[in-house]
Antibody, heavy 123, light 110 residues
Framework: QVHLQESGPGLVKPSQTLSLTCAVS??????????WTWIRQAAGKGLQWMGR???????DYNPSLKSRLTIWLDTSRHRFSLSLSSVTAADTAMYFC???????????????WGQGALVTVSS | QTVVTQEPSFSVSPGGTVTLTCGLR?????????PNWFQQTPGQAPRTIIY???IRSSGVPDRFSGSILGKKAALTITGAQAEDESDYYC??????????FGGGTKLTVL
């Protein structure tokens, strides 16, 4: 059973870079047909799809974040990470990692999910 | 910019049936948008309920069902229970590797 766990600094200063890692236990980020995905949620708000990276290393990003966001795989350490530059208070949110799994060649399921990591942007 | 629409709130009586919808501000939702539905309670990570329009995730009770109704994706709860009171989100695949969430529906069971 695959388990995901987010980690990273809980506080980031404005204009700096936010970095988070999602550790994958019980599985590997380098094998299988999966998209490793980041989703965030500001307090009291809805979910926002940020981006994803395929096992092959190909990434897709939310157009509204694309200029500031990078997602990459660390296959040797069974984890994937995100970097969000030039952060502002609007980037304060709970950040979730999840895996998109392909079923029957066409159906994508978001499962499992990490429990989330809270990041606050403040000086 | 693609906007995915959901009802902000809905209420249902215990044992009743409720249908939540997920639409596009411009256009119709179809199976090619691969609608997913998630349930989220306060302080918890989302839980996947339905993927690819109608497929229930493992362990999800069969009172939850997904479909396309008219121009929208739909999540129906038949025989709602108190524990179904949650926020429900849909997400749609809009092409080029991009997914877009709806704003969520707060479901009250009372």
């Amino acid at each position: 059973q695959v388990h995901l766990q987010e980690s990273g600094p809980g506080l980031v200063k404005p204009s700096q870079t936010l970095s988070l890692t999602c550790a994958v236990s019980g599985g590997s980020t380098s094998t299988g047909n999966y998209h490793w995905t980041w989703i965030r949620q500001a307090a009291g708000k809805g979910l926002q799809w940020m981006g994803r990276i395929h096992t092959s290393g190909s990434a897709d990003y939310n157009p509204s974040l694309k200029s500031r966001l990078t997602i990459w795989l660390d296959t040797s350490r069974h984890r994937f990470s995100l970097s969000l530059s030039s952060v502002t208070a609007a980037d304060t949110a709970m950040y979730f990692c999840t895996r998109q799994t392909l079923h029957d060649g066409i159906d994508w399921e978001f499962d499992p999910w990490g429990q989330g990591a809270l990041v606050t942007v403040s000086s | 910019q693609t906007v995915v629409t959901q009802e902000p709130s809905f209420s249902v009586s215990p044992g009743g049936t409720v249908t939540l919808t997920c639409g596009l501000r411009y256009g119709s939702v179809s199976g090619s948008h691969f609608p997913n539905w998630f349930q989220q309670t306060p302080g918890q990570a989302p839980r996947t309920i339905i993927y690819s329009t109608h497929i229930r995730s493992s362990g999800v009770p069969d009172r939850f069902s997904g479909s396309i109704l008219g121009k929208k994706a739909a999540l129906t709860i038949t025989g709602a229970q108190a524990e179904d009171e949650s926020d429900y989100y849909c997400v749609l695949y809009v092409g080029s590797g991009i997914w877009v969430f709806g704003g969520g529906t707060k479901l009250t069971v009372l």
